[in-house]
């Protein structure tokens, strides 16, 4: 089943009900919100349909678990919108060429974009962590890799709806 287009972003929740705003939505709008943490229509549903969500750690609960879930199906829909975390502007130029030298072998060995979650990484490091990660997980076998890059894709689905969901009281 194809996801569907996003044809705008989803206001994201700006007050302190937050998680109240996202429990009461309808379950598109609450759908097309999560699909922006994580590009699985089985997981984004998921979530949506089990709302309302008593508190945010009990909705990160439910994202972890759904996520856990996920058929290769799902994993390859999610992975297949990843693109590799932005660069910082300054960066210099061979910074770029190793990152899209180091991806092209990532996608040639596994078919899919390198994934990671970078939450508490400085961002001065987030380049060396990147290409280093790269490095190590090219040489997981493809079964290996794909659990380490679920596990990256929950990560990032905690991170993005904790930034999608925060208000002045999350």
């Known amino acids: 089943m194809a996801i569907p287009a996003l044809p705008e972003q989803p206001r994201a929740p700006r007050s302190s009900a937050g998680l109240e705003d996202f429990n009461t939505a309808p379950a598109d709008r609450a759908e ?6 994580l590009r699985s229509l ?13 508190t945010l750690d009990a909705l990160l609960a439910a994202s972890d678990e759904a996520a856990y879930d996920l058929a290769p199906a799902d994993l390859a829909e999610a ?3 990843e693109a590799l975390p932005p660069l910082p ?4 130029g061979a910074a770029h060429t190793a990152l899209s030298a180091a991806n092209a072998a990532y996608e040639a060995r596994f078919g899919h974009t390198f994934v990671i979650c970078l939450a508490g990484v400085p961002p001065t490091e987030a380049l060396d962590h990147v ?8 040489a997981n076998d493809p079964e290996e890799e794909r659990v380490v890059a679920a596990e990256e894709l929950r990560c990032l689905a905690r991170e993005r709806l904790c930034d999608t969901l925060r208000g002045a009281g999350l």
């Open 32 to 37: 097309r919100t999560l699909l922006t943490c």
């Open 42 to 54: 089985r997981w984004a549903r998921r979530l949506a349909d089990h709302r309302p969500y008593p």
């Open 79 to 81: 992975l297949a919108a």
């Open 89 to 92: 502007d300054d960066t210099y």
């Open 131 to 138: 290409l280093e990660a790269i490095r190590s997980r090219l």
